[in-house]
C-alpha cells in the first residue's frame, strides 16, 4: 500500500473501527504460546470454518489474540462486546459455542471459570477477581486485538502517542515528560528512563554520531513470561514506544534483541516490523515527516546472561556475550562503541501512554512522589508472572503500592490444595524469598529491595509450606553457576563454592559454620562481582536464611528436613491407622518397596525405597507421612 501521512492514522481508526462494529459478536480466541500448545490454532479454524458453513460470517467474527492474562485454564475465548469468558475450550467444544451460544444465546455454563476459593460460576470476564484489582498500561490491548493486524492496534489509539510527538517536534520535551512521569526500568535495573535518554542524546550530540536504541526481549528467568506475552499480544506498542524514543534520542537504527526460545513472538514481532515498514510507519520520511528509523529484530543464542545490558550488546555485535565494567555507560559507548539506549519490552510499552496521557496522570500512579526526584518512588504499573503454589497463575499488571497479599490471595486465589503460604520469591534467580509476615508490604523498587529482593524484570513464584527454602537457594544458585559467564573470580568461584555448601546441606553432611561462612560469602561476591548477575546472585541466600535460619539450623544440627523435601534426610512411612488396604501405592511404587495385600495395612521397605514421593502423592486417606 501506500505510504500514509499523520491524518491518515485518524482515518485508519475510524474505518477499522466501523468495520469491527457491523459484527453482532466478536469471539475473541487467545493464542498466546500456552494457548497453542493446547490446539488454540485449530480452535479459530474451527470456528472461522462452521461460521463460513452456516452462513454466519456477517454476524459474527473470529479474531485471534494473545494472552488476555489468565494463563491456568486456556485456551479462552473472549466474547465482545457482551463479555462473556469461556475457559479451557476444547476443539471439540467448537459446535456446541456456535449452535448454543452463537445461535442459541444460550451460556454454556461448564465452560465458564469457576472461581477457586468461593466456588461460584464467573459469567463475565468483569466478574472474575483474578481481574479485579488490576490496571492495564503496558497491556492495556491484551486479548482485545489480533496481533497480527496493525489495523486493529491502530483502532485502539496505536500510533496516536507517535503522531502527537511528530506534530510537537520536540525531542527535548519528549525527555522531559519521560522524565516527569517518574518511569524507572522495568528490566530489573530500576534505573530512571527519562534520565537514561537525556544521557545517550547528550553524549550523541557530544560524539557527533547517531545513537542506537535496543530493546532488551532476552527474558531469562525461571517462571518469568512478561516481556513474551507482551510482544505476542501487541507488538506494535513496543515498535511505537522506540519510535518514540528513537525520536527523542536522534537514532536512526534500532534493534530488539529476542530471545531464541520465543518462536511466536519473534514470528509476530517479525510480521509487525514488516507491516509498520509497508505503512511508512519505519524507514525514510516517517509519516510524512523529516524523521527516519528503522527497526530489525536480532536472535539471541539463549544465554541468560546475555540479558545483562553489556552482554546484549557484545551478543548484538557477534561477539561472545560478557559483561563489562559498569564505569563504561552504554549511553556513551554502547552498541558498535556509540551511544546507546537500551531498555526492555515492557518500559517502550508504557511510553506511548505516557506521550497520550501526560507524565502527571502516569506519576500519580504508584508510591513515593517522583516530582522531587524519580529515584523517590515507583510510579505506574508492574507486570509479573504469578506462578508456583497459586490457584490463578497468569499474567497481571497492578499499580505499584499493591500490597504482597493483594496479588497473591485477592488476585492469585490463595495456596491450593489447602496448604498455606510459606514464601514468595520475585525478581527472578537473583531475586530474594519474602515470608509471611511481610505479605502486607507493598510492592514497589525500593520496598522489595529493603526486604532482601529486588524487583527483577517481574518473575513471581509463590510458595506453599511444602516448601524447602534450604533447597529453594540451591536451586537457584546452582542455576546461576550454570549461566555465570565465568569472567570475574568471584562469582565463577563464589558461586560454585556457595552451591557445594549448599548441596552439602540438603544432603545431610552440613556442619557447623557453614551459615556463616555463606553469609561471607555473600557479602565478598555483592562487593566484587564485574556484572549484577553476580552482584544480585546472593539474595536468595542471604534472604533465606535471614527469614528461614530455622530450617538451615534443622538441616545442619538435626539432619532433618522440616519441610520433607531433602531425601538425604526424610523417609516414607505408612500410618497403620491410616492404612485401608486399598494397594494404590503398591500398585505405583516403581521400585516395589511397598508389601502388604488388600485390604490390609502396608509397610514401605526403606532400603528398597528411593523416596520419589509417589505413594506420598497417589494416597487418598493420608496414610503416607514424611518423616
Not at 554502547?334 to 505516557?354: H, Q, S, W, Y
Not at 563464589?494 to 557453614?514: F, P, Q, T, W
Not at 541466600?541 to 523435601?565: M, N, Q, W
Not at 494397594?583 to 495385600?597: Q, T
Amino acid at each position: 500500500m501506500n505510504k500514509i501521512t499523520r491524518k491518515d492514522i485518524a482515518k485508519i481508526a475510524e474505518r477499522r473501527n466501523r468495520e469491527l462494529g457491523l459484527y453482532k459478536t466478536k469471539l475473541m480466541v487467545c493464542t498466546c504460546t500456552n494457548c497453542v500448545s493446547q490446539n488454540a490454532i485449530e480452535i479459530v479454524k474451527r470456528l472461522q470454518n462452521e461460521i463460513e458453513k452456516k452462513g454466519l460470517e456477517n454476524d459474527f467474527v473470529v479474531i485471534p489474540t494473545g494472552t488476555n492474562g489468565y494463563c491456568g485454564d486456556g485456551p479462552n475465548i473472549l466474547f465482545q462486546p457482551d463479555k462473556t469468558f469461556y475457559v479451557g475450550v476444547k476443539p471439540n467444544d467448537v459446535d456446541e459455542i456456535i449452535e448454543k451460544h452463537l445461535i442459541g444465546g444460550q451460556v454454556i455454563e461448564r465452560l465458564l471459570h469457576k472461581d477457586p476459593v468461593t466456588g461460584e460460576i464467573d459469567e463475565k470476564i468483569d466478574d472474575f477477581k483474578f481481574f479485579n484489582k488490576q490496571l492495564h498500561i503496558a497491556l492495556r490491548n491484551k486479548g482485545l486485538i489480533n496481533p497480527e493486524n496493525i489495523e486493529d492496534y491502530i483502532a485502539h489509539g496505536g500510533y496516536k502517542a507517535l503522531v502527537k510527538v511528530l506534530d510537537e517536534n520536540t525531542p527535548e520535551k519528549i525527555i522531559q515528560e519521560i522524565i516527569a512521569s517518574g518511569i524507572r526500568g522495568r528490566g530489573g535495573g530500576g534505573f530512571p528512563t527519562g534520565y537514561k535518554w537525556q544521557s545517550g542524546r547528550k553524549s550523541a550530540i557530544e560524539q557527533n554520531v547517531a545513537p542506537y536504541i535496543v530493546c532488551n526481549a532476552d527474558e531469562g528467568d525461571p517462571g518469568a513470561y512478561m516481556d513474551r506475552s507482551i510482544i505476542e499480544a501487541d507488538p506494535h506498542t513496543v515498535i511505537e514506544g522506540m519510535l518514540i524514543g528513537a525520536f527523542a534520542i536522534g537514532a536512526k537504527e534500532g534493534f530488539v534483541y529476542i530471545r531464541k526460545e520465543y518462536p511466536l513472538a519473534l514470528e509476530r514481532l517479525n510480521k509487525a516490523i514488516a507491516q509498520a515498514k509497508e505503512y511508512g510507519l519505519l524507514g525514510e520520511n516517517i509519516l510524512g515527516s523529516n524523521f527516519s528509523f528503522d527497526i530489525s529484530a536480532r536472535r539471541g543464542a539463549g544465554s541468560y546472561v546475555c540479558g545483562e545490558s553489556s552482554a546484549l550488546m557484545r551478543s548484538l555485535e557477534g561477539r561472545t556475550g560478557e559483561p563489562r565494567a559498569k564505569y563504561v555507560h552504554a549511553t556513551e559507548h554502547g552498541f558498535r562503541d556509540k551511544p546507546t539506549v537500551l531498555n526492555n519490552v515492557e518500559t517502550f510499552a508504557n511510553i506511548p501512554v505516557i506521550i497520550e496521557k501526560t507524565a502527571n496522570w502516569f506519576a500519580s500512579i504508584g508510591t513515593g512522589d517522583v516530582s522531587k526526584s524519580p529515584w523517590n518512588g515507583s510510579s505506574g504499573t508492574k507486570v509479573f508472572s504469578l506462578v508456583g503454589n497459586i490457584k490463578n497463575t497468569g499474567l497481571v499488571e497492578v499499580p505499584m503500592g499493591i500490597t504482597l497479599r493483594e496479588i497473591i490471595f485477592d488476585i492469585g486465589g490463595g495456596i491450593p490444595n489447602g496448604r498455606e503460604f510459606k514464601a514468595v520469591q520475585t525478581g527472578g534467580p537473583s531475586g530474594g524469598c519474602i515470608p509471611k509476615n511481610l505479605l502486607d508490604m507493598k510492592i514497589d523498587f525500593d520496598s522489595l529491595e529493603e526486604a532482601g529482593s529486588m524487583m527483577g524484570s517481574g518473575g513471581m513464584i509463590v510458595m506453599d509450606d511444602h516448601t524447602c527454602m534450604v533447597d529453594v537457594a540451591r536451586y537457584f544458585v546452582d542455576f546461576l553457576v550454570d549461566e555465570s559467564c565465568g569472567k570475574c573470580t568471584p562469582c565463577r568461584e563464589g558461586l560454585h563454592i556457595m552451591s557445594g555448601i549448599l548441596n552439602r546441606i540438603c544432603d545431610g553432611e552440613g556442619k557447623e559454620g557453614d551459615i556463616e561462612l555463606l553469609e561471607e560469602l555473600c557479602d565478598t561476591i555483592k562487593d566484587t562481582a564485574l556484572c549484577q548477575l553476580g552482584a544480585t546472585a546472593p539474595n536468595p541466600v542471604l534472604s533465606t536464611i535471614k527469614y528461614f535460619r530455622d530450617e538451615y539450623e534443622a538441616h545442619i544440627k538435626e539432619k532433618r528436613c522440616p519441610a520433607g523435601v531433602c531425601k538425604a534426610l526424610i523417609h516414607y512411612e505408612i500410618v497403620p491407622d491410616k492404612c485401608t488396604g486399598c494397594m494404590l501405592c503398591a500398585r505405583n511404587c516403581p521400585v516395589d518397596a511397598i508389601e502388604g495385600e488388600p485390604k490390609k495395612v502396608h509397610k514401605i521397605d526403606t532400603n528398597k525405597c528411593i523416596k520419589c514421593g509417589v505413594c506420598y502423592e497417589v494416597c487418598n486417606f493420608d496414610a503416607v507421612e514424611v518423616k
